[in-house]
């Protein structure tokens, strides 16, 4: 069974850091691009960050940082100077295909998704 699950997350005070993992299942990630997401309360689910196969990366914001290594069947998302409004449930999300999409923000192109994991942002 095709499985991604992420751990790693919980409650941090503003300023601080978390790094989430992502661990594949009943497939191998090494010929997948894996991408990162958010869901906050109230807003729509936001883009965060994707890794092609050979390690490139795109991302909006510097403080997200993806990895992956693929021996261990694993992506991560270090988050770094978090802000409250960073609160959200983050995802992880795998394609069919090595490489990132164009629109790496965009949902609708990766095929296999984790069930998410509550990162809180809190003094």
């Known amino acids: 069974q095709v499985q991604l699950v992420e751990s790693g997350g919980g409650l941090v005070q503003p300023g601080g850091s978390l790094k989430l993992s992502c661990a594949a299942s009943g497939f191998r990630l090494n010929d997948r691009a894996i991408g990162w997401f958010r869901k906050a309360p109230e807003k729509e689910r936001e883009g965060l960050s994707c890794?092609?196969?050979?390690g490139a990366t795109y991302y909006a914001d510097s403080r997200f940082v993806i990895s992956r290594d693929n021996a261990k069947n694993t992506a991560y998302l270090e988050l770094s100077s978090l802000k409250p409004e960073d609160t959200a449930v983050y995802y992880c999300?795998?394609?069919?295909?090595?490489?990132?999409?164009?629109?790496?923000?965009?949902?609708?192109?990766?095929?296999?998704w984790g069930q998410g994991i509550q990162v809180t942002v809190s003094s």
């Open positions: 999300a795998a394609r069919d295909f090595a490489v990132c999409p164009g629109d790496y923000e965009d949902g609708r192109y990766y095929n296999y």
């Open positions: 890794v092609e196969n050979t």
